[in-house]
């Protein structure tokens, strides 16, 4: 394990390393996860190990710190990973991410752009999200007031995200998650498909293909962005199957 102080007042974000040959490899989770518990299986795989990677829990998250004074927005998640990197001597890194870390890795980039110097999106979010109760993920918390889900509304969320997603869901600081929830779904600024589209680096989508044609995919196609349908997958595809996630991520990785 390694980490690094992303904040002024101490903070820091912690990340399981690999070691290997360059350029690094870094992953970022989703909402509620943890990057060693939704990646570590497949950065080993034999189509990818080698490369040094660092499994890196948001702030908040997982082994990282909960501060409860971040503000936790999109723009301050990314600008704490790159403070992170730069500590850890990355440049020009290959970022692999998920979900939630997926809106943070295309922030990221349009940032720091010394930072990234490929993006794979995993079944990212790219657009704003309505709130709405009963939900178990970002729009579910989101439509809770802050006070209110610390105060107990977090029980709803665990009760509907079911045990797999709580098993990770939990490590996080009530605040911490309430608070990315809600930036989540209000988005970056612009939007993270804008951001994704203005990109000039080698960008990778995947997403679930029982979900069907990913909205916007001509726009994105068109600005370069390479679009991959993974089959017998849900929104968690390195788990859902594994060597289809590989492949892609493996093919999105050459030269």
């Not at 029980?155 to 309430?178: N, Q």
């Not at 990109?199 to 989508?205: A, E, G, K, S, V």
Request: glycine share 10%; with cysteine; net charge negative.
């Amino acid at each position: 394990m390694r980490n690094a102080v992303v904040t002024p007042e101490g903070d820091r974000i912690r990340w399981a390393e690999l070691p290997g040959e360059q350029p690094v490899r870094v992953y970022l989770h989703g909402l509620g996860a943890t990057s060693p518990a939704y990646f570590a299986g497949t950065a080993v795989h034999p189509l990818l190990a080698g490369r040094r990677s660092l499994l890196l829990d948001l702030l908040g998250f997982g082994i990282s710190d909960r501060p409860t004074t971040f503000s936790y927005t999109l723009e301050a998640h990314a600008d704490a990973v790159a403070e992170a990197l730069r500590a850890a001597g990355v440049s020009a890194a290959e970022v692999i991410a998920h979900s939630m870390g997926g809106s943070v890795a295309i922030v990221l980039a349009h940032r720091h752009p010394d930072l990234v110097a490929r993006l794979v999106l995993v079944d990212a979010n790219l657009d704003r999200i309505e709130p709405r109760r009963g939900r178990p993920g970002s729009g579910g918390i989101a439509a809770l007031s802050e006070e209110e889900f610390v105060a107990g509304g977090w029980e709803r969320i665990r009760d509907a995200a079911g045990p797999h997603w709580w098993s990770t869901m939990r490590l996080a600081g009530l605040e911490a998650l309430h608070r990315s929830a809600v930036h989540l779904t209000r988005g970056s600024e612009p939007v993270m498909r804008e951001l994704l589209v203005k990109l000039t680096i080698p960008r990778t989508f995947l997403l679930p293909e029982a979900d069907g044609p990913l909205p916007g995919a001509d726009e994105l196609t068109a600005a370069g962005v390479r679009v991959v349908a993974v089959p017998d997958c849900g929104h968690n595809i390195m788990l859902d199957n594994p060597e289809a996630y590989v492949r892609a991520v493996a093919a999105a990785s050459a030269p």
